[in-house]
Nanobody
């Protein structure tokens, strides 16, 4: 069983920074994607940032230039470094993992559905 545990959430003032960490265990090394999601109260869950097994990263538009996703300690930890936080960033942040299988038609790898999830960590940004 793949196990993901988030940490680093907390309360900050607008303009502040936080570093979230996702510790991953129980998963064999290979091709995978790891992403950070957030779901504020009353809102839909959205993907904020992701990194695949090739090291490619992607970001939700509002996160570009403010958030950085990175692999640390080999692939045991995926961090989300957030700067310039705004109240709109307040949410429960959850990390998740997905397989990154080869698409036989294109011979490229694509992230599958995210099936392994952590419990989330709360981020609150006050104005």
């Amino acid at each position: 069983q793949v196990h993901l545990v988030e940490s680093g959430g907390g309360s900050v003032q607008a303009g502040g920074s936080l570093r979230l960490s996702c510790a991953i265990s129980g998963r064999s090394l290979g091709h995978y994607c790891v992403a950070w999601f957030r779901q504020a109260s009353g809102n839909e869950r959205e993907m904020i940032a992701s990194v695949d097994s090739d090291g490619n990263t992607s970001y939700e538009d509002s996160a570009k230039g403010r958030f950085i996703i990175s692999e640390e300690n080999g692939t045991d930890t995926v961090a989300l470094r957030m700067t310039g936080l705004e109240p709109e960033d307040s949410s429960i942040y959850t990390c998740a993992a997905a397989l990154h299988p080869l698409n036989l038609s294109t011979m490229t790898r694509e992230c599958s559905a995210y099936q392994f999830w952590g419990q989330g960590t709360q981020v609150t940004v006050s104005s």
